[in-house]
Structure formats: structure tokens, C-alpha cells
């Protein structure tokens, strides 16, 4: 079904809520959204302090919290937006990318409301509820645009000519962004998640005092939309092992800031050739990493520059939410896209599928 990208297609008479379910990680998550774009209530049960003393998420026992919070999230989520399960028309639910385990929680428990209730199923791609919370912050953004996502597990650049049309540039051809961000701060000893701790050293730090790589330029800058940090993790890492070896003091302010330097300097060189070469006149900014103030700023004044207007959602939103899910579920929704009761979780999810 083609879906045009004006709005006005979309907008129903009646009031459609929105229940969505989101267990891809370490947040139990469960929102009521109102016609898409109006957030009723958003709750996120957060695990950050049971996985902090792992440094990092691990799968079985996160699928286990989410089996213990799945059900109590879903009903205070209906209970702050002062609705039953009768008021709902859609039920939303992440079903990949992410951890499997996490992933079936989610999946089972939206598949069991649906049947019990005989309400429309409705299975959300991670990503593309990444990019779609940012109609929820910015609520007269429109189609076409260029989006960036950036998180723990995934970096991407699309093209989203619709509300229903995804083209995937360019992603990550090993380590996310964010999973970078947290194994160099783990290496600092900062807490887990890290990328937070690195934003901050990095304002007292010099972007310019450690040269690290950039890694996929092309031979004339920046041609292709693939991005690779690994070797910029490994150039850090051996920065900080020679330094320790040598007995040499480490200004972690310095390294903070040079390597987040390069990560922002290849994410926003590539979404700005992106932009030139689509013609569109918008940027989104999305995912955890969205969250990053260097990001923000550089990204802002590149596009300021070339007459491109930036979006990005407030933290809360930049993060795991059932929020986003709902969103982009509404859209799928009135696009016809329903799932059936076979929906499964499915962690290696490509974009568009």
C-alpha cells in the first residue's frame, strides 16, 4: 500500500489510542499514545543499577526483570493515562532488532492482550521507533527528511521519504556508536552506561589534543555512508595501555574529548553529504546517542549552515520507550500494516522488514 507523506491523509475523526510494548534491552517499557503524536502516559522501568556492576547489559537477567515488570509497566501505563484495556484500538510492540530473550517478553505479552482483548496487533521495528520519536517531540515535522540513529546497538543513516518509506544509506559495519562510547569509558572506569561521563569530561577537555582516526572517509571525503569505529576503539584503548605502560599522566578530559571528536566529526560529515545529495531541507537526530551535547551542537551548526533544519527528542525519548513504538505503530496501523498472533521476536531485524 502506498502512503503518501502528507499528514492529512492520516488524521482520523475519532480518537485512537495506542497501547506499545518495548523490552528490546534493559528497559521495561509501556505508553498510551493518543492519534500518534500525543503522549498520555510513558513509563520505563530502568535496569541501569542491576547491570551497572557487570559494565553492561547482560541477556539473562534482563529477560528475567522484564518477565517480573512486563505486566505491572502495562497496567500503571493505562492508569496514569486514566484508561482500561477496553479504550485501547492498537497494541504496539517492539519485536527486533534487540535481545532475543528480552525481545519474546514483550512479544508474548502484547500477543496475549491482543487475543484476550480482540484488539489489532501491531509488530514495531526498534529503529523505526527511534526515528519516530521524534514526532512525538516536534509534532508539525513532516516527511521527507534524512535521519540519523545512534545508540548502543545501532548506528544508521535512512532516508525516510514517508511515513512508510525507509531507504537505508549507510550503517555500522562493526561497532555502534554507543557501544564505543561505553567500552572506552569502561576502560576510564566511568559507570556504566558511559557515554553520559564522556560527554561530560569531554567540555573540559581538548578535542585537538590526541589525533585518532576517522575511520571510512572515502578518497574524496566522505562518498559512502558506511561507518566503522572499531579501530577508533582500538586506537584509544592502546592510547590509555602505552600511557599506563610508560608511567605517562593521562589527561582524561583530553581523551574524552579527542575521541568524541571523531566520532561526531564522521556521524555529522556523512549526514551532511547525505543531505547535499537527497535535496531535503530536514535533519532527525535519534537514539540514545542523540542524547550527546557535541552531537547536538555540531550537527545543529552544520545544518544551520546549509539552510537544513535539525530535530532531535528530549532525553527521555532519546532513550528505550514505549512511547516512540506506539507512535510508529499508529502509522503502521492506519497503513494497514497489522501483524497476526504468529509475530515473533526476531534480534536481527533489518530496517523495513
Not at 514526532?135 to 511515513?163: M, Q, W
Not at 599506563?244 to 553529504?273: C, P, W, Y
Amino acid at each position: 500500500m502506498q502512503v503518501e507523506s502528507n499528514r492529512k491523509n492520516y488524521e482520523t475523526t475519532n480518537t485512537h489510542l495506542t497501547l506499545a510494548i518495548e523490552t528490546s534491552c534493559d528497559e521495561t517499557s509501556a505508553a498510551v499514545v493518543k492519534n500518534g503524536r500525543q503522549i498520555l502516559s510513558n513509563i520505563i522501568s530502568s535496569q541501569i543499577q542491576l547491570h551497572q556492576k557487570y559494565g553492561g547489559v547482560v541477556p539473562e537477567i534482563a529477560s528475567r526483570k522484564h518477565i517480573e515488570n512486563v505486566i505491572p509497566v502495562i497496567d500503571q501505563a493505562l492508569a496514569e493515562a486514566k484508561i482500561t484495556l477496553a479504550d485501547i484500538n492498537t497494541i504496539g510492540v517492539t519485536y527486533g532488532p534487540g535481545l532475543v530473550g528480552a525481545l519474546l517478553v514483550g512479544v508474548a505479552a502484547a500477543k496475549a492482550l491482543a487475543f484476550a482483548s480482540n484488539i489489532p496487533l501491531v509488530g514495531v521495528n526498534h529503529l523505526e521507533g527511534h526515528i519516530f520519536a521524534n514526532f512525538l517531540a516536534h509534532t508539525d515535522l513532516e516527511p521527507p527528511f534524512i535521519a540519523l540513529v545512534v545508540s548502543g546497538g545501532h548506528t544508521s543513516l535512512i532516508h525516510l521519504r514517508n511515513y512508510d518509506e525507509f531507504i537505508l544509506l549507510g550503517q555500522t559495519r562493526d561497532d555502534a556508536a554507543g557501544e564505543a562510547f561505553d567500552k572506552i569509558a569502561r576502560i576510564m572506569k566511568f559507570p556504566y552506561p558511559g557515554g553520559p561521563y564522556i560527554d561530560q569530561a569531554a567540555k573540559s577537555g581538548n578535542p585537538d589534543a590526541i589525533a585518532f582516526p576517522r575511520a571510512l572517509r572515502g578518497a574524496r571525503g566522505e562518498e559512502n555512508y558506511e561507518f566503522s569505529f572499531s579501530g577508533l576503539k582500538s586506537a584509544v584503548l592502546n592510547y590509555l595501555n602505552n600511557a599506563a605502560q610508560r608511567g605517562a599522566t593521562v589527561n582524561i578530559s583530553d581523551v574524552a574529548a579527542s575521541f568524541q571528536a571523531a566520532v561526531v566529526e564522521v556521524l555529522v560529515n556523512k549526514t551532511m553529504h547525505a543531505v547535499q545529495h537527497s535535496g531535503v531541507r530536514q535533519v532527525v537526530l535519534a537514539g540514545g546517542v542523540a542524547a550527546n551535547s557535541a552531537l547536538r551542537d555540531e550537527l545543529g551548526k552544520r545544518a544551520a549552515e546549509r539552510g537544513t533544519t535539525l530535530f532531535y527528542p528530549p532525553p527521555v525519548l532519546c532513550t528505550d520507550n514505549a512511547a516512540m513504538i506506539a507512535c510508529r505503530a499508529y502509522y503502521q496501523y492506519l497503513g494497514g500494516d497489522i501483524s497476526d498472533l504468529n509475530l515473533n521476536g526476531v534480534p536481527g531485524l533489518r530496517l523495513g522488514q
